[in-house]
């Protein structure tokens, strides 16, 4: 078997380099096509009509005047007479128009009567929420009573983190259009290998007929794995119109109602400590909801990260709400437990009058990598002059008060499924082809990088192709597995099709196969640059026959392979201003260290932790659905009231990537995910420590500021 | 949005005929940066619009009287970069703190006058006054942003951030009709409106502003200060703009005017017969802020704004002063 191992780190070209994106131009000039910019020949408008009420059961529905309108190629009854509603945003119909306004008008004229049921839109008084609230775990550990007596200091507090939603900037949905040989789909996908099949499961048409492709996705954030019922509806129009490709993307209110939410959390904690700060005893309460299908939570990952604890006692409550369902959201559940965790283990540390860096220090032992722990604390508390700035909490002076917090973070990886097909023509050039998708994280570059290290060739001499069914097939880019997935793939295609090029020329240059080495576009004799062949010499050896070789990454096995891995940390620290007088949150700077193995890009590293950093400062600042439940209704489903941070709200952020030896050794893990955990806890704890006050819930406005210092003036 | 017809008159006599009796037979365009949002919402469906861009004499910004005339059409961006507007600085930096590039690009001086509140109930179609069965939602429901002064049975923010300056700094504004023109002081022209047809401003569906009339800057002293919760692309949460005449080193005049607090700019009445006689400082700032909020009515979760209305007097006061 040939050696699939990475170079050592010293002998590295390609990898490790600080590449800019390779898609980054046309990304920022707009040439970039996504699949909501498609505009096919005959292209028809579809749009969706959604409920309006948070509960209700449809009485009737008259499409007729709809039909009527002039421009209107086909309508669809997705939900009729009779049937229930449970969110705000639910899909009732579907109409596909010559033009958007056409289908707009339509949906319009469907009348639909409805009657009104009770709803619940809001978990956060778990009071409220009647036999909507269901047990969802339990764990007792140790012996928490005992412990809590015997405990030096214990700190009680409620911490509430809202739903937020993924606000995808190219909302959800796609192109179809259904000739009669086949399906072309154009997806604003994660997964574009497999949803094909899915949409063909769900239209009845054999996934070998359907022909998906994407080049470019504008954001996912795990929103975007399956067609979801506007795939098959976007589908069954094109289908009812005559084969016309028919564009249905979600207009922003939809987006913002049905294509996802991260749940919340509300949890009460109850933390003991002894007086050197080891955190001995661990008691939670909590419940959560993400829509109809409520708010699950693995019980047993509290409290996160110091998992080890001894005494623990926790239990979880779920809570159904007539609201769009949840989806994946970067990190799953991480932010939560992190925000909830550190801001408990944040106000022990207080009560106890201790440095939290000593404290969070001091705990690193429960965790399941202390050592690194260790490092990343120390390294973040020196990048953001702990030492230096860092006073109790409150001591700041003046009305505009300084402080810092910490937050910490642990993400899996490892490598989803993926084949990669690696082509090296008589001409020399060489295509790397894989069906994977591009989330905006570099995936194209890092694949190039990655054929350019093992086959000796810059960059640029990679033609990389990914988007398309017809190739080989790679997984979804969920759960921070792509990198790991298409590295190891395009490692073994470029390496097995490399061995065939040695195979090739090993002859002319007098020795075996296994004696080469591909280096700075030659093919010659380990460690003898004089017996070689430029890299076009060699292939030219090829005569007419190009060179076609796979290579596969199986995720259940691939950890034995040594190229890819899982287990990240990470630290971040926020340094924040508040001003006493208006409750207003400043963040001055926000500082993250990261581990994630090898690091293919560190450019593209940076800049995944810079995007996940800018996440969680919106979450911490401004981010929250806000429901009523006097209406049933989501008031703030647009880009106004449901606020993202600009520019000016952002502050500067310092990302340190761990990439020592001993890191870079484990392989290649994923990044989508790990840094968007531990900011947002970061924050908070740097408010608390800012203004003397823990403020229970995120975002942090002055709505919420202001309440917690007690300057309500009612 | 509905269909609707399009008018693209050159002349004020024009674009005054192409008005109706009613919003909904026909509304001024103008930047298009709220009515379209309004249209495309289903709150607004008029069946004409009437662009009033290119009529020339609703533009530009001229002096006028030793004070200036603002066009009804001078959009955010020519205010921010003309030298006489930066003689008002109450003007000015409320002109900056409006949204973006964008908005300042194409939002003009009568439309943020004119442009309606941005209630949440409003906006999604639960009427100007909020209501369900003939309940108001505001006082029960989610009201963070609502109004802590003058509130019922109207309880949206009036969101014009020019609009507070204006009354501050004395302003007029000039409507014209096809049978009529007149001149209303800026604090006249806002109105808490008790009943669902009624518009939170003096205008009347046949009407344009035509444009503001500023009186002289010389001698006063004016500033806003603005409480946001993001720095752009956002509405103040709270805003206060003062213009002050010192004589001696004592306050002869104070204007004290709170924005997003009101369905109207709320003149702080209280607050200004406080500091006649005052000199500027921390405390009579500080007092000057205790005293506007005195009165105020927050509701179930906006108390928190009655903080902000006080700090916003506080430094609004101290800007003007030249003491921030
Ligand atoms: C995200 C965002 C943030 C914003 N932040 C702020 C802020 O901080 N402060 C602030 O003040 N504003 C803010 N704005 C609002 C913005 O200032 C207004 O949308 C803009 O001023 C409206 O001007 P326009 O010319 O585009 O009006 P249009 O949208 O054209 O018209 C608005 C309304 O006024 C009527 N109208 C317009 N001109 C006249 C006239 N001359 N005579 C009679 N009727 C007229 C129209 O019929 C319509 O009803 C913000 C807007 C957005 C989208």
Partial sequence: MPDYHWPPMDQRRAIGKRVARLDGLQKSTGQAKYNSDLNLPGLLFGVLLTSPHAHARIKSIDTSQAEKLPGVTSLRVIQGAGKELNWQGQEIASVAATTENIARDAVRKIKVEYEVLPHLVKESDLGKAGTRAKAAGEVTTGDPEKAFQEADAVSEGLYAIPVITHCCLESHGQAVEWKPDGVNYYPSTQNLSAIGAELGRSIGVPAAQIHSHMDHVGGGFGSKFPPDLWGAECAQLSKASGGRPVRLFLDRKQELLIAGNRPSLFAKIKAGAKKDGTLTVWQSESWASGGIGGGGLNADALPYVFRNVENRKINHTSVSLNTGSARAWRAPSNQQLSFVTCSALDDLAAKLGMDPLAFFLKNVNLSNRPDVYKYQLEKAADLANWSKLWQGRGASKGPIKRGLGIGVSMWGGLGHDSKCKTTINPDGSVAVELGSQDLGTGTRTCIAQVAAETLGLPIAAIKVTIGDSSLPASGASGGSTTIGGVSASTRKSSVNALQKLFEAVAPQLGGNADQLEAVDGRIQVKGTPSKGLSWREACRKLGVSKIEEMGENVSRTAIRDGLINQGTAGVQIADVSVDVETGKVKVNKLVAVQDCGLVINPKLAESQVYGACIMSICAALLEERITDQQTGRVLNPDMEFYKLAGLADIGDIVVHMDIRPDMDKRGVIGLGEPPAIAGIAAIANAVANASGVRVAGVPLTPYRVLDALGRRTA | ?324
């Avoid at chain 2, 002289?216 to 806003?224: F, P």
């Fill in chain 2, 1 to 324: 949005m509905q269909a609707f017809e399009y008018a693209n008159p050159a002349t004020l006599a024009e674009a005054l005929k192409s008005l109706g009796s009613s919003w909904d037979e026909a509304q001024v365009l103008a930047g298009g940066t709220d009515i379209i949002s309004l249209m495309k919402d289903d709150v607004a469906a008029p069946k004409r619009l009437v662009n009033i861009k290119n009529v020339k004499e609703l533009g530009g910004i001229a002096p006028h009287a030793g004070g200036l005339r603002i066009g009804a059409t001078a959009t955010f961006d020519e205010l921010a970069t003309n030298a006489a507007v930066r003689t008002y600085p109450a003007i000015r930096t409320a002109v900056l703190g409006v949204a973006s590039p964008q908005i300042r690009n194409m939002g003009t001086a009568g439309g943020d006058l004119c442009q309606r509140p941005r209630c949440w109930y409003y906006r999604a179609g639960f009427g100007l006054l909020a209501t369900k069965d003939g309940q108001p939602l505001v006082p029960n429901g989610e009201n963070r942003y609502h109004a802590i002064f003058g509130g019922g049975p109207a309880y949206f923010v009036s969101p014009s951030s020019l609009g507070p300056a204006l009354i501050a700094l004395g302003a007029k504004l000039t409507l014209e009709s096809a049978s009529d023109k007149r001149t209303v002081d800026a604090a006249k022209f806002f109105l808490a409106p008790g009943s669902e047809t009624e518009r939170e401003i003096d205008l009347k569906p046949n009407e344009i502003v035509t444009g503001i009339l500023l009186p002289a800057a010389a001698g006063e002293k004016s500033a806003t200060y603005e409480i946001r919760e993001r720095e752009m692309l956002d509405w103040p949460l709270v805003t206060a703009s003062v213009a002050l005449k010192i004589s001696g080193g004592k306050v002869s005049s104070a204007r004290v005017v709170l924005g997003h607090v009101a369905p109207m700019p709320w003149v702080a009445v209280a607050a200004e017969q406080y500091l006649l006689g005052k000199a500027i400082s921390e405390a009579t700032a500080e007092e000057a802020g205790a005293e506007a909020v005195k009165g105020a009515q927050p509701l179930s979760q906006n108390a928190y704004k009655v903080q902000l209305a006080k700090v916003a007097v506080k430094r609004a006061l101290l800007a003007a002063a030249g003491k921030a």
